[in-house]
């Protein structure tokens, strides 16, 4: 059991799939946009979802409208959908009630930071979590400490109004220290590659999500 809620990413094969649900994250992303990286069969997110149990499986659309969306929910039986920050308050409104919702905000190095907190402000009350994205803006954890695009005291108390998701890559800082630091509601994890099939070397996630295991 873990002490905070992880989303894992980009979900592309069952090794992925079976490895984060033995770690009982929350949600399993599966990328749904056509033409996106990672972008994977809606037969697949079919599939494997036979072989877990006890997730939330969450469609990842970067640009998609309303309809679609609403068609994949349908098909697919998700129960979250991740939007991207670009997806308009109208889209918002037609998904409300019909699956949860998780809107990505990528946080730029060069991001006005105001701008960011209007997004949240605008649709907090549409949206369960925001999940920000430092991670696709190439920012860690030690330009936030250097203030860059923000102090981290900004972020902390973003994470104390409302519902965060963060990614950031923290380098040797352990996650616990993090959230002790900026209290997020949860993290966010990718999936990745295997080396051959059925085959992939976790140590580094290991790590991670041991940190944050809750012994009981």
């Known amino acids: 059991m873990l002490r905070t809620k992880i989303k894992a990413s980009s979900i592309t094969h069952l090794t992925d799939a079976r490895y984060f649900a033995a770690w009982e994250v929350e949600w399993l992303g599966f990328q749904l946009s056509p033409g996106s990286e990672h972008t994977v069969d809606p037969r697949l997110v079919s599939t494997l979802r036979e072989w877990v149990d006890g997730v939330k499986i969450c469609g990842e659309f970067n640009l998609a409208t309303g309809p679609d969306i609403l068609a994949a929910i349908d098909l697919l039986a998700l129960e979250t959908v ?3 920050m670009f997806t308009p308050r109208e889209t918002l409104v037609q998904l409300q009630g019909k699956a949860e919702i998780i809107q990505e ?3 730029e190095a060069y991001a006005d930071t105001s701008n960011l907190e209007e997004l949240m402000l605008e649709h907090q009350d549409l949206v369960a ?3 920000l994205h430092f991670g696709k803006g190439g920012i860690t954890w030690a330009d936030l400490q250097a203030g860059i695009p923000l102090p981290v005291e900004q972020l902390a108390d973003w994470a104390r109004r409302f519902p965060l998701l963060i990614d950031l890559p923290l380098g040797d800082t352990l ?3 993090f959230l002790a630091q900026v209290p ?4 966010n994890v990718q999936g990745g590659e295997e080396e051959k099939v059925g085959l992939k070397n976790f140590d580094q996630l290991d790590a991670f999500l041991e940190d944050l ?4």
């Not at 997020?184 to 993290?187: M, N, Q, S, V």
């Not at 295991?213 to 009981?216: F, T």
């Open 129 to 131: 979590y925001f999940l």
């Open 184 to 187: 997020a509601r949860g993290l």
């Open 105 to 107: 905000v990528v946080v």
């Open 175 to 177: 996650p616990q220290d």
């Open 213 to 216: 295991e809750l012994l009981v």
């Open 82 to 84: 991740e939007v991207g």
